[in-house]
């Protein structure tokens, strides 16, 4: 597992640069399902106290990407086809509705983001850079819902 503290670059509190890049290293399958995490060994190499770790990882088990399981550890959660399943569907319904009323408002210059994005993720696709990729799969839906007039706040990029 390769976890970077950026804290002082970016501004964030260390328990959520510590939040951040472990989300990272679990969607990227650094960390695998069922993965221990010792929030002891996390501090360590970050070079922090436990404090900011133990909130990070509340703030996790809080999204369901691991499980406190106390007295027993802390892990990576599993994700069940059945979850994934149900995920999947409420997305699509969402973004559905999102596409939908973002063709009635698209300007000129929202539909030249989005082309530019999707460049940016075939490019991104082409060099096998996943990362890169994701990143730009989450500015594209941003965008979408930023030109539908949706309240998302957080741009995973500038835009």
Do not use: K
């Given at each position: 597992m390769t976890l970077e503290m950026q804290v002082a670059e970016s501004g964030e509190s260390a328990a959520a640069s510590i939040e951040k890049d472990l989300r990272r290293a679990i969607i990227?399958?650094?960390?695998?399902?069922?993965?221990?995490?010792?929030?002891?060994?996390?501090?360590?190499?970050?070079?922090?106290?436990?404090?900011p770790?133990?909130?990070?990882?509340?703030?996790?088990?809080?999204?369901?990407?691991?499980?406190?399981?106390?007295?027993?550890?802390?892990?990576?959660?599993?994700?069940s086809a059945k979850e994934m399943t149900e995920a999947l569907f409420v997305r699509q319904a969402v973004e559905l509705a999102v596409v939908a009323k973002a063709a009635q408002s698209f300007d000129a210059r929202q539909r030249k983001?989005?082309?530019?994005?999707?460049?940016k993720q075939e490019e991104a696709a082409g060099r096998l850079d996943h990362a890169g990729f994701r990143e730009h799969d989450?500015?594209?839906?941003?965008?979408?819902?930023?030109?539908?007039?949706?309240?998302?706040?957080?741009?995973?990029?500038?835009?």
């Open positions: 990227e399958l650094e960390l695998l399902p069922g993965s221990r995490l010792s929030e002891q060994d996390i501090a360590t190499r970050l070079g922090v106290s436990r404090q770790v133990r909130e990070a990882l509340i703030r996790l088990a809080n999204s369901r990407l691991i499980e406190i399981r106390p007295h027993r550890g802390t892990v990576v959660a599993r994700i983001r989005i082309a530019s994005l999707l460049i989450e500015a594209f839906h941003f965008a979408v819902a930023q030109g539908a007039g949706v309240g998302i706040t957080g741009s995973p990029l500038p835009i």
